[in-house]
């Protein structure tokens, strides 16, 4: 069984968000960072394959950054220039398996964190 605890949400106009993950098959899988609003649908954010390749939505681009730390079974997400509307509850999730053919879809992901709220004011 695999579990996904995030960290790092709150108030912010900038920060990172981490996700630390138990089970051995951290460094093979894909994983994701999504995000939701209250009424609305989990929408993908970001994920990275198990050779590091990442992939934006078009409205973080340039803004958020995913990454990974296989030594420590931790994903990141680092979050700069955060708007109003980037406020939601962030969850981390993994796939088992290297790559997506269905990218950021929240469908093909197997496990999920709790969540963490990020609120970012105007």
């Known amino acids: 069984q695999v579990q996904l605890v995030e960290s790092g949400g709150g108030s912010v106009q900038a920060g990172r968000l981490s996700c630390t993950t138990s089970?051995?098959?951290?460094?093979?899988?894909?994983m994701g960072w999504f995000r939701q609003v209250l009424g609305k649908e989990r929408e993908g954010v970001a994920e990275?394959?198990?050779?590091?390749?990442?992939t934006y939505v078009d409205t973080v681009k340039g803004r958020f950054t995913i990454s990974k730390d296989n030594a420590k079974n931790t994903l990141y997400l680092q979050m700069n220039s955060l708007r109003p509307e980037d406020t939601a509850v962030y969850y981390c999730a993994a796939r088992m398996a290297c790559y997506n053919d269905f990218v950021l879809n929240k469908y093909t992901y197997n496990y999920w964190g709790q969540g963490t709220q990020v609120t970012v004011s105007s």
């Open positions: 990275i394959d198990c050779h590091g390749s990442a």
């Open positions: 089970g051995s098959t951290y460094s093979r899988s894909l």
